[in-house]
């Protein structure tokens, strides 16, 4: 059964600083991994995708990597602002299973002015 | 500016009441999917759909939860009777079969008194 996994569970950060958010997952056929943004009291918002078959994405000052074999990926966060505090949450999209998605827990980030 | 949408946004009742759950995902999206979010456990998948026909409801309880498409442009989640575990945020999303990215409503949020 695939269990995702993030750390760390919270973090608060002084703005302007890089931080890396982690995932494991210990069943390593996935045909994606995705990162999402979640804001208090909204819905989800997808930020990255990555395919099985590649090892990062970009998007601005976000950076996800993906090593399927160890079953990790780190979403970097280049010069944080306040404007990223949420939670973050990532999740693998395994194969045979139709595109059900199978999230962490989450990382409650706040960037602090 | 397409999204999905759900109604009602928040919903307030009491134990044995019948709640329903109303979705309207994205016009030309053939994929709809149903997910509970609790503290405790996270984003689950309880049902999902493709072209209105049900393919995995095995997240769902089902001696009180029903999901439904009547038309393309319609999704239901109903319970009944609701109980005081049932509280929750139940989030729907949808998405085009063969490209993996779900774009998510803004979420029911369920207290069961």
């Known amino acids: 059964k695939q269990e995702v996994t993030q750390i760390p569970a919270a973090l608060s950060v002084p703005e302007g600083e890089n931080l890396v958010l982690n995932c494991s997952f210990t069943?390593?056929?996935?045909?994606?991994l995705q990162w999402f943004r979640q804001d208090p009291g909204k819905g989800l918002t997808s930020l990255l995708l990555?395919?099985?078959?590649?090892r990062e994405q970009t998007s601005g000052r976000l950076n996800a990597s993906l090593d399927k074999s160890s079953g990790r990926s780190t979403l970097y966060i280049a010069a944080s602002q306040p404007g990223d505090s949420a939670t973050y949450l990532c999740?693998?999209?395994?194969?045979?299973?139709?595109?059900?998605?199978?999230f962490g827990q989450g990382t409650e980030l706040s960037v602090k002015p | 500016d397409a999204r999905v949408t759900q109604t009602p946004r928040d919903k307030v009742t009491e134990m044995g009441q019948e709640v329903t759950m109303r979705c309207q995902p994205i016009?030309?999206?053939?994929?709809v999917f149903w997910y509970r979010q609790t503290m405790m456990q996270g984003l689950e998948l309880l049902a999902y759909?493709?072209?209105?026909?049900?393919?995995?409801d095995s997240g769902m309880p089902k001696d009180r939860f029903s999901a439904e498409m009547p038309d393309a442009t319609l999704a239901t989640l109903k319970i009944q009777p609701s109980e005081p575990r049932d509280s929750a945020v139940y989030f729907c999303?949808?998405?085009?079969?063969?490209?993996?990215?779900?774009?998510f409503g803004p979420g029911t949020r369920l207290l069961v008194l």
């Open positions: 999303a949808s998405g085009l079969h063969g490209q993996e990215t779900q774009y």
């Open positions: 069943d390593s056929a996935i045909y994606n």
């Open positions: 990555i395919q099985s078959s590649q």
């Open positions: 999740a693998v999209q395994t194969y045979n299973q139709g595109g059900k998605l199978i």
């Open positions: 016009l030309g999206h053939n994929t």
């Open positions: 759909f493709r072209n209105r026909a049900p393919l995995d």
